[in-house]
Every structure is written in C-alpha cells, then in structure tokens.
C-alpha cells in the first residue's frame, strides 16, 4: 500500500487528484515493476491560513465526503504520506519541494511554466529524493511524444512544423508545457536547437516563414481542458497529429500511477516516459 499526499487540494488539479486518488483507493493498479500495488489517500494540503483547513477533501473536490480532513501546508502535514503529488504554481511547488527533501519523501510534480532556475532546482531536489516531473502525465500524450518524432523524421527537412494548443481562460503560462515539450521532442529528432529555432508568436510584416523554424501558437479560452496540435505543413499535403483532453482525471490517473511507480525508487529526475514503460520506444 502506498500512502498518497496532495498538496494543492484546492485548485483544477488539485480536485481532481483527490477525486480520482479517493476512486481508486484500496483497488489493484499497475504499480512498479509490473506488480500490482494499492494506493490510500492519507494527506491533502492547502494554504497555511486557509479557510478550508478541517474542510473534508472529498466533499471540497466534488466527490462526496471521503473522510480526509484538509491540513495545512507544512512540515508536520508531510509527514502523513510517502509520496506526494504537485500540480500547484511554480512558486509553491518549490516550497513544497523544500518540505518533502526535509522529510525525504518522492514527489510526483506536474506543475509547468517553470523557469530555468525553477527546474535547476528540481534537478537538485532529486538528488536527495525520487521525483517526477512531466508536463502532461496522460498517457496520449506521451505517445504524441514519440508520434511526432517518426513525423519529423520523415517529413521534417521539407515540412513547415507548428505547434498548436489551446487551454481554458484560467491557465497562467503559455505556450503549455506540453507544447513546448513537443517542440523539444521534435527538434531533438531533426538535430536542431529548440532555443535557437522557436518562433512564439508571429505579427506585421513577419516575410516568408523560414523552414527552418518551429512555431507555436497559443489559444486561451472558455474550459478548453488541453488540445495540442503538431502540424507538418508541406507543398500540396499536410499532417496533422492532435492530442485533445476531455477531463482532467487522465492527468490525474497518470499522476497516481507516477506515485505507485516511484516507490522503492532511488533518488532521480524520472520522467513519465518513464512511468509509462515509453522511453525506449523507437
Ligand atoms: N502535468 C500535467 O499533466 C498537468 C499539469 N498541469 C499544471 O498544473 C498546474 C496547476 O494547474 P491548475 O490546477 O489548473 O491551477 P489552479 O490555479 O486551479 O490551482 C493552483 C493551486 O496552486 C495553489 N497555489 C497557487 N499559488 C500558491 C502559492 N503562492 N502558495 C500556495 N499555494 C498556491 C492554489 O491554491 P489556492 O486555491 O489557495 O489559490 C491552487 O491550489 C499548472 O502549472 C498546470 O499547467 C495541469 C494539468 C495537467
Ligand atoms: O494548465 C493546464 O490546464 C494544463 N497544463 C499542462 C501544460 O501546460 O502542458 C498540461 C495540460 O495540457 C493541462
């Protein structure tokens, strides 16, 4: 049985992850190393001072009362569980991050928009405790990962490569982890440097696309929950491969099973190609 904590239980991801960890609690799920493990919802966290502090998690996230009483964040609440989960702002999870190295616990973090410092300090962090990071922990995704470098591969040296994605008016960053992590695994397949061929956004008298670029364009509204869309754009044809989330209990799931996997795990930075059994995938 591995012990879950939710920090964040308050936000998008917050409530989903303690819908989905009290759904799936006391059942068998696919764990580490292809055994089946058993998760329990020990903790979920919000805010110190928070008005919600005693609140019940499940009936905060929509799910019913699950009898889990939200605490606050803090050293003494980290203690309640193993393995914790982050989808909350870059600011917080590198608190929070701070709270789980103290009590050395594994992390499972999902939250994007990081800074190179931020992730530097992630880097860091995993040198003491086992984490996982990944920008989107669906398991399409991940796929889309590898989808997209065969396209590249194949297509690439001719085709004009964009990156389109869309996500609800509430997102604070852009463009979206996912699409930048896209741009990473594409540029990485056709030997180019993302940081060097980017174009994030285009206006005015732009000239005629340079083929060598890769660029992004970012939607923002309404509850679009996630679509991402890499599109190979050559002369008389097109190939478009598109990625849309309809709930955000796929992130959540993918987020449990990043936490039965990390257990026993060693201090590292782990991906969710990782988790997934994905990252040896040609
Ligand atoms: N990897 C993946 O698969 C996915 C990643 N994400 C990422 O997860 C993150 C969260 O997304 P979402 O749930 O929509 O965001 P929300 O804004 O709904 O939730 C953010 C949470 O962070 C907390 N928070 C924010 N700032 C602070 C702070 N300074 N101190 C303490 N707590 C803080 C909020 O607390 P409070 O409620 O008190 O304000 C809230 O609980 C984003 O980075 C998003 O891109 C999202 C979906 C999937
Ligand atoms: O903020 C979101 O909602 C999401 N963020 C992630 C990202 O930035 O890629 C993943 C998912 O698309 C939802």
């Known amino acids: ?108 973090i999902g939250v994007t928009g990081l800074s190179d410092a931020q992730y530097a300090q992630v880097q860091a962090a995993s040198k003491i405790i086992p984490i996982v990071w990944a920008p989107n922990m669906s398991v399409g995704v991940n796929l889309l990962l590898h989808l997209v470098q065969t396209a590249a591969r194949v297509m690439g040296q001719s085709a004009d490569i964009e990156i389109i994605e869309a996500h609800h008016r509430f997102k604070k960053d852009a463009p979206s982890g996912t699409a930048l992590a896209i741009g990473t695994s594409i540029a990485k397949a056709i030997g180019r440097d993302l940081n060097e061929c980017a174009v994030y956004g285009r206006e005015g008298i732009t000239g005629e696309r340079d083929q060598q670029t890769i660029g992004f364009a970012t939607v923002r509204g309404g509850d679009i929950i996630g679509d991402h869309t890499a599109l190979f ?36 930075l782990y991906s969710m190609q990782q988790v997934l059994g994905l990252a040896d995938l040609a």
């Open 1 to 108: 049985m591995t012990s879950i904590g939710i920090f964040g239980a308050n936000g998008r991801m917050g409530r989903a992850l303690v819908t989905v960890a009290t759904e799936l609690q006391g059942r068998e799920l696919q764990g580490n190393e292809k055994s089946a493990q058993k998760l329990q919802l020990t903790a979920a966290t919000v805010r110190a001072g928070s008005s919600l502090i005693g609140v019940d998690a499940g009936e905060l996230a929509g799910c019913g009362k699950n009898g889990l009483k939200l605490t606050e964040t803090a050293l003494s609440s980290v203690q309640a569980a193993e393995v914790w989960i982050d989808f909350t702002m870059p600011e917080a999870m590198l608190a929070q991050l701070a709270l789980a190295v103290a009590a050395k616990k594994a992390m499972v």
């Open 233 to 268: 754009a050559d002369l008389g044809e097109r190939l478009e491969i598109t990625h849309k989330a309809s709930s955000r209990s796929t992130f959540a799931q993918g987020a449990m099973r990043a936490a039965l996997w990390l257990q026993n795990k060693q201090p590292g």
